[in-house]
């Protein structure tokens, strides 16, 4: 971990491995980074063992030697030089070359020489966004088979380090390539190896993902700062307000508990005392579980805090033991209960079942002690808590436990910084500009649509990011470089009327009306998440549907690559006819009935409707509208009743017919 942080919240450089971002102390280490010697022939760490290199290109191979230097770039049959400038920066642009390799990659410089084995010429996607798309194989449904299957090489990841600067930086902090092995497969990206593993059926070269994702973090971080509008005064004036705003929460805390402990008192080497069943807890506070302890007075703190709650137990489940059931927590816990620790996990997405070890389980009063440990974002837990017993009957745990902060964290809060602009750019885009890519893979959009105003201002965002990194991407000039994104899946619960507006629904539309932008395409996943599943596990679907529009838009192949999107409407009295277009061989329902669709009159109120599939249209009626003059599908956070397809299985997308 390498990092540099400047006084007065003004960030330098600073670089952390995805495992330490949710760690504070690790976040809070402040360490410069070291510059190799001006003579010394550098590359970067791009340009190692195991790299994929973009065929059918020019390709770009940069570096930094001693100045005046003359540099030799071969690899294959291809040969290109450069003189290095008074700064020691070297360019060298090769001719395109067909896939294929292995080769070896090599420079000169005078009398030094360095060597990459084994490189390819495949297609190069860059995969970026927040958490869905930083999430790993490992934790994707079916993981232990899925990384035991792994055994392509033509597949490769290279993993770009979480890492932030004020400036646009030359070099990246760090990262190594790795190829889809037993023992590899698992860091990968989960959408962007299930997207390459089910390419390569059609597209038999190898493929190579470039992963710059940070989990949490919002678009306006990955724009350039002229991409995001910022002037060098109102930049300036961004960071004084962020240090204010720190500030003031600092003091709040402070006002709240005294001097804020940055050591837990609860686990010492010899115990965990705050655990144990006879602690006086009367002057703790009261935390409502499920939540986040944001929301209840302990604003933008990460630390470690206990949770404790006493219940009683009959006889006869106390006897027969009982399952300990946690939905999330977030980040990390270990749990006690009467004293005896019955289980420990690290991960917010994580589910939760302890077994309680017979005899552990008491008739009459038990204490459960949970500690808490947040790295950054909301803390707590924040899921549901409930006892299993033996004879199937759950006790759930929810409402109010006693709380009390252990430690507290500050300063370099890695879920605070991905949401400052440009930063992350900086950082993990601009080093790699150079270099040669076929195209973008997006996931991002849930740290953006927190409200209805957020995900609307995310429609000129996220066209923004796709025209910025055309334009300054050497490979992306003339809007040709691909650009797609996986639009947000069902979450939060359902509604039990239609909504007539919400933030995910909304956020859906943004990301929809950059298909106006050529070389776009969009994945629909409103069928894969759930109402608790911020990340769903389910990333094989993903990462198919994602290679199917890929295939058709990158690669001009005849393929189906949508489900179901609205053409056009009629109203024909008390009925509204919809007409589809991408139906494949037909329109489909799964399931008994046709739901998801909402119409509404004149007065905009609006009601769930009843629907049938008629040829390539749907008919959509309710008695409680007789005159409708709108119609919606799936227009909801969590469309849970959405099941339109077209005959290739794919998820009919959301819409709506006003502008309400």
Known sequence: MNSTIRAAGLLLVAAVPTSAVRDASALATATSIATPAPDSLRLPPLFADGMILQRDKPVVVWGWAKPGERITVRVSAQTGRANTSADGAWKVTLPPHVAGGPFTLSVQAGSIRRDIH???????????GQSNMEFEVAQANDASAEIANARDSAIRQFKIPISWSNEPERELSGGTWTAADPAHAGRFTAVGYFFARELRKSVPVPIGIINSSWGGSAIETWLSRRANALTDSAWAQYLRNDERTQTAIRENLRAKLGELPEHDAG??????????????????AAMPVPSYWEAHGYAAMDGIAWYRLALDVDSTHAANGATLEMAAIDDDDITWLNGIEIGRTNGYNVRRTYHIPRGTLHAGRNLLAVRVSDGGGGGGINGAVSLRFADSTTRSLAGQWKFKVGAVAFGSDGQRLNKIPTIAYNRMIHPILPFAIKGVLWYQGESNANNVQQAKAYRGQLQSLIASWRAEFASGRNNALPFFWIQLPNYNPADSVPPMEEG???????????????NTGQVVTIDLGGATELHP?????????????VRKVAYGQNV????????????????????FENIASGLRVRGESLGGFAIAGADRRWVWANAKIVGSRVLVWSAAVKQPVAVRYAWADN??????????????????????
Not at 537 to 549: S, T, Y
Not at 563 to 578: E, K, L, Q
């Open 118 to 128: 084994d490189v390819l010429f495949g297609d190069v996607w860059l995969a970026s």
């Open 267 to 284: 686990l010492t080497a010899s115990g965990a005392p705050w655990a144990a069943p006879d602690l006086n807890d009367n002057a703790w």
């Open 504 to 518: 995910w629904s909304t956020i859906r539309e943004s990301m929809q009306s950059a298909l106006a932008l050529p």
């Open 537 to 549: 596990r389910n990333k094989q679907d993903v990462g198919a549907r994602l290679a199917r529009i």
């Open 560 to 579: 189906i690559a949508s489900g179901p999107t609205y053409r056009s409407h009629t109203m024909h009295g008390d009925t509204a006819v919809v007409t």
């Open 639 to 660: 469309p849970e009743h959405a099941n339109l397809y077209n005959s290739e299985g794919l998820p009919a997308a959301p819409f709506r017919s006003d502008n309400w």
